[in-house]
């Protein structure tokens, strides 16, 4: 479908389902200060972790533009329409079907960091009162990673847009049941997905050239995790074992 065919039907089905979707709206801005504190408490636990900082690069936080959230409810009322459903999410239900209003998102260098970086990560969420309420799960495209992942007991999703990354979502035990997105990926992962959210978001680009050209490029960064690994291996097959001179 062209862009502009694709504009057109949002701004249809957004007329079609107004009266739901501004309440929806009107729950993000009465919940906005609340849903900030979280990102910017769980930026801070994880960003100034002593623990965590060996482990990864950085920690970046950000809060869904409400515009993003507005193009997001219509896209889900479009899938409910294809399925010949009515649209569903309602003030009562918003925090369990949408997920990712607040997102957190740490950067590491290479693959084999993830087990470590989990296990901190659990043990800093348990000590600040947060909970695990979906466990990790990491979505692929490059099937030769499956095996990697479901061997560390993390589930994986096949996607077929290329889109690599580790997802889990956390919640407070006593400030309220507010959902909050972390994802864990590689830098190389994250140029891909910086690229790919420019050129696809809010609107999936319809050009074919871009969508052959970002094709190339996760399989670059593929490719680009890949020699990172083995770079760290080597290094740490070669890298004898500290002396007690050394401590």
């Not at 801005?29 to 609340?34: E, G, I, R, T, W």
């Not at 692929?140 to 996607?159: A, G, S």
């Amino acid at each position: 479908m062209k862009l502009e065919d694709k504009i057109k039907l949002m701004e249809a089905t957004y007329v079609e389902n107004k009266t739901a979707i501004d309440k929806l709206l009107a729950v993000y801005d009465d919940k906005k200060s609340m849903l900030k504190r979280h990102g910017e408490n769980i930026f801070g636990l994880l960003s100034k972790s002593d623990e965590l900082k060996p482990l990864i690069h950085s920690v970046r936080y950000r809060l869904k533009d409400k515009d993003h959230f507005k193009d997001k409810l219509i896209r889900k009322a479009i899938e409910n329409n294809d399925a010949g459903a009515k649209f569903d999410i309602t003030p009562e239900n918003l925090f369990q079907r949408i997920q990712d209003l607040v997102g957190v998102r740490i950067l590491h260098i290479h693959s084999d960091q993830i087990t470590d970086i989990l296990n901190v990560v659990k043990y800093l969420l348990g000590e600040d009162s947060y909970k695990i309420i979906e466990e990790p799960i990491a979505s692929i495209w490059d099937l030769e990673y499956k095996d990697y992942y479901e061997e560390r007991n993390i589930k994986v999703i096949e996607r077929k847009k290329m889109y690599t990354s580790i997802h889990l979502i956390i919640s407070s035990y006593n400030r309220d049941n507010t959902p909050i997105e972390l994802q864990i990926r590689t830098l190389a992962e994250e140029l891909w997905g910086e690229v790919s959210h420019t050129v696809n978001y809010p609107h999936e680009t319809s050009r074919k050239i871009l969508q052959d050209q970002l094709a190339i490029l996760a399989r670059i960064t593929s490719a680009s995790t890949r020699l990172v690994d083995t770079i760290f291996k080597i290094n740490k097959e070669h890298t004898p074992p500290p002396t007690e001179k050394d401590n």
